[in-house]
Protein backbone atom coordinates (compact mmCIF):
# COMPACT_ATOMS: atom_id res chain seq x y z
CA UNK A 1 0.00 0.00 0.00
CA UNK A 2 2.91 2.38 0.92
CA UNK A 3 4.55 1.81 -2.46
CA UNK A 4 1.40 2.48 -4.62
CA UNK A 5 0.36 5.43 -2.70
CA UNK A 6 3.62 7.15 -2.87
CA UNK A 7 3.94 6.21 -6.51
CA UNK A 8 0.81 7.87 -7.04
CA UNK A 9 1.63 10.76 -5.46
CA UNK A 10 4.31 11.25 -7.49
CA UNK A 11 2.53 10.96 -10.60
CA UNK A 12 -0.10 12.89 -9.48
CA UNK A 13 2.33 15.73 -8.93
CA UNK A 14 4.45 15.21 -12.37
CA UNK A 15 0.61 15.62 -13.82
CA UNK A 16 -0.02 18.99 -11.45
CA UNK A 17 -3.07 17.34 -10.20
CA UNK A 18 -3.14 18.98 -6.36
CA UNK A 19 -5.94 17.20 -5.42
CA UNK A 20 -4.95 13.70 -6.05
CA UNK A 21 -1.18 14.00 -4.97
CA UNK A 22 -3.18 15.38 -1.66
CA UNK A 23 -5.34 12.13 -1.25
CA UNK A 24 -2.17 10.47 -2.30
CA UNK A 25 0.04 11.63 0.34
CA UNK A 26 -2.78 11.28 2.85
CA UNK A 27 -2.80 7.35 1.82
CA UNK A 28 0.64 7.44 2.58
CA UNK A 29 0.22 8.35 6.02
CA UNK A 30 -2.42 5.89 6.52
CA UNK A 31 -0.31 2.81 5.34
CA UNK A 32 2.64 4.17 7.50
CA UNK A 33 1.05 4.57 10.65
CA UNK A 34 -1.08 1.12 9.98
CA UNK A 35 2.00 -0.90 10.71
CA UNK A 36 3.46 1.68 13.68
CA UNK A 37 6.21 2.85 11.67
CA UNK A 38 6.61 6.63 13.09
CA UNK A 39 9.64 8.15 11.73
CA UNK A 40 7.87 7.30 8.24
CA UNK A 41 4.53 8.63 9.39
CA UNK A 42 5.93 11.62 10.76
CA UNK A 43 7.33 12.57 7.20
CA UNK A 44 4.70 11.61 5.16
CA UNK A 45 2.69 13.63 7.34
CA UNK A 46 4.45 16.72 6.55
CA UNK A 47 4.61 16.18 2.83
CA UNK A 48 1.03 15.52 3.21
CA UNK A 49 0.50 18.78 5.11
CA UNK A 50 2.07 20.74 1.97
CA UNK A 51 -0.27 18.87 -0.80
CA UNK A 52 -3.23 19.62 1.64
CA UNK A 53 -2.51 23.34 2.04
CA UNK A 54 -2.04 23.79 -1.62
CA UNK A 55 -5.71 22.16 -2.29
CA UNK A 56 -7.70 23.98 0.49
CA UNK A 57 -10.09 21.09 0.75
CA UNK A 58 -11.71 21.21 4.41
CA UNK A 59 -12.59 17.57 3.79
CA UNK A 60 -8.77 16.48 3.05
CA UNK A 61 -7.78 18.67 6.26
CA UNK A 62 -10.08 17.02 8.41
CA UNK A 63 -8.59 13.56 7.18
CA UNK A 64 -5.41 14.33 7.44
CA UNK A 65 -5.45 16.54 11.18
CA UNK A 66 -7.51 12.76 12.46
CA UNK A 67 -4.36 10.77 11.25
CA UNK A 68 -2.37 13.25 12.93
CA UNK A 69 -4.04 12.76 16.28
CA UNK A 70 -4.27 9.08 15.95
CA UNK A 71 -0.22 9.32 15.40
CA UNK A 72 0.44 11.88 18.18
CA UNK A 73 -1.69 9.62 20.70
CA UNK A 74 0.06 6.10 19.96
CA UNK A 75 3.09 8.18 20.23
CA UNK A 76 2.41 9.60 23.21
CA UNK A 77 2.02 13.12 22.30
CA UNK A 78 -1.30 13.89 24.02
CA UNK A 79 -1.33 17.65 24.03
CA UNK A 80 -0.46 17.38 19.99
CA UNK A 81 -3.46 14.61 19.65
CA UNK A 82 -5.70 16.76 21.25
CA UNK A 83 -5.32 20.06 19.51
CA UNK A 84 -5.18 17.87 16.36
CA UNK A 85 -8.79 16.06 16.99
CA UNK A 86 -10.06 19.75 17.65
CA UNK A 87 -8.86 21.34 14.15
CA UNK A 88 -10.17 18.15 12.53
CA UNK A 89 -13.48 17.99 14.70
CA UNK A 90 -13.89 21.51 13.76
CA UNK A 91 -13.75 20.79 9.56
CA UNK A 92 -15.66 17.60 10.23
CA UNK A 93 -18.55 20.08 11.57
CA UNK A 94 -18.11 23.19 9.34
CA UNK A 95 -18.96 20.22 6.66
CA UNK A 96 -21.66 18.75 8.10
CA UNK A 97 -19.89 15.12 8.13
CA UNK A 98 -20.31 12.58 10.16
CA UNK A 99 -18.12 12.61 13.44
CA UNK A 100 -18.09 8.66 14.67
CA UNK A 101 -14.20 8.61 13.16
CA UNK A 102 -13.43 11.70 15.46
CA UNK A 103 -15.16 10.41 18.47
CA UNK A 104 -13.48 7.56 18.40
CA UNK A 105 -9.62 9.16 18.35
CA UNK A 106 -10.98 11.02 20.97
CA UNK A 107 -11.99 8.37 22.75
CA UNK A 108 -8.70 6.30 21.92
CA UNK A 109 -7.08 9.49 23.80
CA UNK A 110 -9.19 9.54 26.61
CA UNK A 111 -8.01 5.79 27.32
CA UNK A 112 -4.54 6.82 27.03
CA UNK A 113 -4.93 10.07 29.70
CA UNK A 114 -6.34 6.88 31.79
CA UNK A 115 -9.97 8.42 31.78
CA UNK A 116 -11.87 5.33 30.96
CA UNK A 117 -15.88 6.74 31.89
CA UNK A 118 -15.01 9.26 29.12
CA UNK A 119 -13.78 6.68 26.85
CA UNK A 120 -16.62 4.76 27.21
CA UNK A 121 -18.79 7.32 26.47
CA UNK A 122 -17.60 8.67 23.19
CA UNK A 123 -17.03 4.81 22.32
CA UNK A 124 -20.87 4.59 22.67
CA UNK A 125 -21.64 7.97 20.69
CA UNK A 126 -19.87 7.00 18.02
CA UNK A 127 -21.41 3.82 17.72
CA UNK A 128 -24.78 5.04 18.09
CA UNK A 129 -23.63 7.40 15.01
CA UNK A 130 -22.63 4.68 12.76
CA UNK A 131 -25.48 1.95 13.99
CA UNK A 132 -27.85 4.90 12.84
CA UNK A 133 -26.34 5.01 9.92
CA UNK A 134 -25.32 1.41 8.88
CA UNK A 135 -27.34 -0.96 11.18
CA UNK A 136 -26.24 -3.48 14.09
CA UNK A 137 -25.26 -5.80 11.41
CA UNK A 138 -22.36 -3.82 9.77
CA UNK A 139 -18.48 -4.59 10.47
CA UNK A 140 -17.72 -0.72 11.44
CA UNK A 141 -20.18 -0.76 14.51
CA UNK A 142 -18.72 -4.15 15.53
CA UNK A 143 -15.20 -2.07 15.39
CA UNK A 144 -17.01 0.18 17.97
CA UNK A 145 -18.49 -2.89 19.64
CA UNK A 146 -15.22 -4.42 20.04
CA UNK A 147 -13.61 -0.63 20.95
CA UNK A 148 -16.99 -0.43 23.87
CA UNK A 149 -15.82 -3.85 25.25
CA UNK A 150 -12.00 -2.96 25.75
CA UNK A 151 -12.88 -0.27 28.06
CA UNK A 152 -15.31 -1.97 30.10
CA UNK A 153 -12.54 -4.75 30.23
CA UNK A 154 -10.13 -1.98 31.80
CA UNK A 155 -13.12 -0.58 34.14
CA UNK A 156 -12.99 -4.27 35.30
CA UNK A 157 -16.62 -4.66 33.92
CA UNK A 158 -16.13 -8.35 32.57
CA UNK A 159 -19.21 -9.98 31.94
CA UNK A 160 -20.61 -6.63 30.09
CA UNK A 161 -17.15 -6.74 27.91
CA UNK A 162 -17.13 -10.57 27.05
CA UNK A 163 -21.18 -10.19 25.94
CA UNK A 164 -19.67 -6.88 23.83
CA UNK A 165 -16.78 -9.02 22.34
CA UNK A 166 -18.99 -11.83 21.27
CA UNK A 167 -21.36 -9.71 19.27
CA UNK A 168 -18.74 -8.09 17.65
CA UNK A 169 -17.37 -11.38 16.91
CA UNK A 170 -20.48 -13.03 15.48
CA UNK A 171 -20.06 -9.62 12.59
CA UNK A 172 -16.84 -9.94 11.96
CA UNK A 173 -17.34 -14.10 11.67
CA UNK A 174 -20.21 -13.24 8.94
CA UNK A 175 -18.95 -10.27 7.29
CA UNK A 176 -15.59 -10.58 7.31
CA UNK A 177 -14.46 -14.27 7.85
CA UNK A 178 -12.88 -16.18 10.52
CA UNK A 179 -9.46 -15.70 9.43
CA UNK A 180 -10.12 -11.69 9.00
CA UNK A 181 -7.58 -9.56 11.08
CA UNK A 182 -10.58 -8.38 13.00
CA UNK A 183 -11.81 -11.64 13.89
CA UNK A 184 -8.68 -12.76 14.83
CA UNK A 185 -8.02 -9.32 17.13
CA UNK A 186 -11.42 -10.12 18.69
CA UNK A 187 -10.89 -13.25 19.78
CA UNK A 188 -7.23 -12.55 20.90
CA UNK A 189 -9.19 -9.69 23.09
CA UNK A 190 -11.57 -12.90 24.40
CA UNK A 191 -8.28 -14.99 25.41
CA UNK A 192 -7.17 -12.01 27.73
CA UNK A 193 -10.28 -11.39 28.79
CA UNK A 194 -10.43 -15.19 30.09
CA UNK A 195 -7.07 -15.19 31.25
CA UNK A 196 -7.61 -11.92 33.38
CA UNK A 197 -10.94 -13.71 34.98
CA UNK A 198 -8.89 -16.82 35.67
CA UNK A 199 -10.79 -19.12 33.21
CA UNK A 200 -7.29 -20.49 32.09
CA UNK A 201 -8.36 -23.14 30.19
CA UNK A 202 -11.28 -20.84 27.48
CA UNK A 203 -8.04 -18.29 27.47
CA UNK A 204 -6.14 -20.98 25.58
CA UNK A 205 -9.03 -21.73 22.93
CA UNK A 206 -9.45 -18.01 22.11
CA UNK A 207 -5.69 -17.02 22.08
CA UNK A 208 -4.91 -20.32 20.20
CA UNK A 209 -7.73 -19.42 18.01
CA UNK A 210 -6.58 -15.81 17.47
CA UNK A 211 -3.26 -16.43 16.58
CA UNK A 212 -4.25 -19.08 14.42
CA UNK A 213 -6.06 -16.36 12.27
CA UNK A 214 -3.97 -13.76 12.69
CA UNK A 215 -0.36 -15.97 11.35
CA UNK A 216 2.12 -14.29 9.23
CA UNK A 217 0.64 -10.73 10.20
CA UNK A 218 2.11 -7.92 12.49
CA UNK A 219 -0.79 -8.57 14.73
CA UNK A 220 0.52 -11.91 15.53
CA UNK A 221 2.86 -11.33 18.43
CA UNK A 222 0.04 -10.07 20.19
CA UNK A 223 -1.78 -13.55 20.81
CA UNK A 224 1.82 -14.90 21.01
CA UNK A 225 2.53 -12.82 23.75
CA UNK A 226 -1.15 -13.43 25.84
CA UNK A 227 -0.24 -17.21 25.42
CA UNK A 228 3.19 -16.25 27.03
CA UNK A 229 1.02 -14.53 29.98
CA UNK A 230 -1.19 -18.24 30.50
CA UNK A 231 2.20 -20.06 30.25
CA UNK A 232 2.89 -18.07 33.22
CA UNK A 233 0.20 -17.94 34.93
CA UNK A 234 0.50 -22.30 34.68
CA UNK A 235 4.06 -21.73 36.07
CA UNK A 236 5.40 -23.32 32.67
CA UNK A 237 8.26 -20.25 32.57
CA UNK A 238 10.80 -22.13 29.66
CA UNK A 239 7.61 -22.08 27.69
CA UNK A 240 6.44 -18.61 28.52
CA UNK A 241 10.07 -17.64 27.89
CA UNK A 242 10.23 -18.78 24.25
CA UNK A 243 6.57 -17.05 23.54
CA UNK A 244 7.41 -13.93 24.45
CA UNK A 245 11.38 -14.27 23.25
CA UNK A 246 9.05 -14.75 19.77
CA UNK A 247 6.48 -12.09 20.21
CA UNK A 248 9.70 -9.73 21.22
CA UNK A 249 11.47 -10.36 18.13
CA UNK A 250 9.23 -10.36 15.82
CA UNK A 251 7.48 -7.05 17.31
CA UNK A 252 11.10 -5.44 17.39
CA UNK A 253 11.36 -6.10 13.70
CA UNK A 254 8.34 -4.78 12.59
CA UNK A 255 8.26 -1.63 15.14
CA UNK A 256 11.73 -1.07 16.56
CA UNK A 257 13.12 -1.16 19.74
CA UNK A 258 12.22 2.03 21.06
CA UNK A 259 8.15 0.83 21.19
CA UNK A 260 4.98 -0.23 23.80
CA UNK A 261 4.95 -3.22 22.03
CA UNK A 262 8.09 -3.93 22.39
CA UNK A 263 9.17 -2.75 25.68
CA UNK A 264 6.00 -5.21 26.51
CA UNK A 265 6.88 -8.25 24.62
CA UNK A 266 10.53 -7.70 26.69
CA UNK A 267 8.60 -6.74 29.99
CA UNK A 268 6.31 -10.02 30.10
CA UNK A 269 9.42 -11.83 29.05
CA UNK A 270 11.15 -10.54 32.07
CA UNK A 271 8.29 -11.91 34.26
CA UNK A 272 8.40 -15.25 32.90
CA UNK A 273 12.52 -14.95 33.28
CA UNK A 274 11.41 -14.40 37.60
CA UNK A 275 9.70 -17.19 37.77
CA UNK A 276 12.97 -19.13 36.02
CA UNK A 277 15.09 -17.57 38.55
CA UNK A 278 17.13 -16.21 35.41
CA UNK A 279 17.52 -12.94 37.42
CA UNK A 280 20.00 -11.27 35.51
CA UNK A 281 18.47 -11.60 32.33
CA UNK A 282 14.96 -10.27 33.90
CA UNK A 283 16.78 -7.30 34.93
CA UNK A 284 18.25 -6.88 31.63
CA UNK A 285 14.56 -7.17 29.80
CA UNK A 286 13.17 -4.92 32.84
CA UNK A 287 15.78 -1.87 31.81
CA UNK A 288 15.74 -2.55 28.36
CA UNK A 289 11.41 -1.96 28.46
CA UNK A 290 11.73 1.46 30.12
CA UNK A 291 14.48 2.73 28.48
CA UNK A 292 12.31 1.68 25.29
CA UNK A 293 9.68 4.01 26.76
CA UNK A 294 11.51 7.40 28.10
CA UNK A 295 9.58 10.16 27.46
CA UNK A 296 6.47 8.54 26.58
CA UNK A 297 3.68 10.37 28.65
CA UNK A 298 0.56 7.89 27.56
CA UNK A 299 -1.44 5.54 30.05
CA UNK A 300 -0.12 2.73 28.61
CA UNK A 301 3.76 3.45 28.18
CA UNK A 302 3.78 5.12 31.94
CA UNK A 303 1.68 1.81 33.15
CA UNK A 304 4.33 -0.45 31.43
CA UNK A 305 7.45 1.38 33.08
CA UNK A 306 5.63 1.28 36.69
CA UNK A 307 5.36 -2.45 36.05
CA UNK A 308 8.91 -2.80 35.37
CA UNK A 309 10.43 -0.51 38.16
CA UNK A 310 7.94 -2.53 41.07
CA UNK A 311 9.80 -5.66 39.44
CA UNK A 312 13.10 -3.96 39.64
CA UNK A 313 13.33 -3.33 43.22
CA UNK A 314 11.66 -6.57 44.11
CA UNK A 315 15.17 -8.31 41.66
CA UNK A 316 17.26 -5.49 43.72
CA UNK A 317 16.19 -6.35 46.69
CA UNK A 318 16.66 -10.07 46.68
CA UNK A 319 20.16 -9.34 45.18
CA UNK A 320 21.14 -7.66 48.12
CA UNK A 321 19.91 -10.36 50.38
CA UNK A 322 20.64 -13.23 48.46
CA UNK A 323 24.29 -14.72 50.48
CA UNK A 324 26.01 -18.06 49.65
CA UNK A 325 24.78 -19.76 52.84
CA UNK A 326 21.81 -18.40 52.00
CA UNK A 327 20.93 -18.76 48.74
CA UNK A 328 19.00 -21.72 48.26
CA UNK A 329 16.46 -20.95 50.81
CA UNK A 330 16.24 -16.66 49.11
CA UNK A 331 15.85 -18.76 46.20
CA UNK A 332 13.18 -20.54 47.41
CA UNK A 333 11.17 -17.02 48.88
CA UNK A 334 11.19 -15.29 45.38
CA UNK A 335 9.67 -18.35 43.68
CA UNK A 336 6.87 -17.90 46.41
CA UNK A 337 6.60 -13.97 45.62
CA UNK A 338 6.26 -14.84 41.75
CA UNK A 339 2.77 -15.66 41.19
CA UNK A 340 1.99 -12.39 43.02
CA UNK A 341 3.93 -11.17 40.29
CA UNK A 342 2.25 -12.95 37.80
CA UNK A 343 -1.23 -11.98 39.35
CA UNK A 344 -0.08 -8.19 38.58
CA UNK A 345 0.73 -9.03 35.10
CA UNK A 346 -2.64 -11.20 34.43
CA UNK A 347 -4.26 -7.78 35.30
CA UNK A 348 -2.75 -5.25 33.77
CA UNK A 349 -0.07 -6.84 30.85
CA UNK A 350 -1.38 -7.46 27.22
CA UNK A 351 -2.51 -5.68 24.48
CA UNK A 352 -4.05 -2.13 24.98
CA UNK A 353 -7.95 -2.19 24.90
CA UNK A 354 -8.78 -2.09 21.38
CA UNK A 355 -7.06 -5.88 21.38
CA UNK A 356 -4.38 -4.17 19.29
CA UNK A 357 -1.97 -3.01 21.32
CA UNK A 358 -1.19 0.00 19.12
CA UNK A 359 -2.90 -0.02 15.85
CA UNK A 360 -6.00 -2.33 14.84
CA UNK A 361 -9.59 -1.85 15.19
CA UNK A 362 -10.14 0.50 17.59
CA UNK A 363 -8.08 3.06 14.49
CA UNK A 364 -9.08 4.20 11.45
CA UNK A 365 -6.56 5.20 9.14
CA UNK A 366 -8.55 5.78 5.49
CA UNK A 367 -9.31 8.88 4.91
Not at 225 to 252: G, K, P, V
Amino acid sequence: AATQARRAALVAEASRDDDAAARAWIELVSAYGARGAWTDTARAIEQAQASVTRVGDPALRASLELLRAITATNTGALDEARAALERSERAVIERGADRSAVLTAKANLARQRGALDEALRLHEEARALDRARLGEDHPLTALHQHNTAGVLRRLARFDEAKTAYLKALGVERRWLGEGSVEAGLTQNSLGLLALESDRLDEAERWLIAARNALRGRSEEPLATLNLALLAIARRQHESAIALATEALARDTATFGAAHLRTARAAKVRAIALIGARRWAEAGRDLASARAALAGATDAESQMVRDECATHERTLAQHTRSLRPQRRHEQQSAVARETPAAVSIERRNTGPAPSGSGSYGPAQRWGP
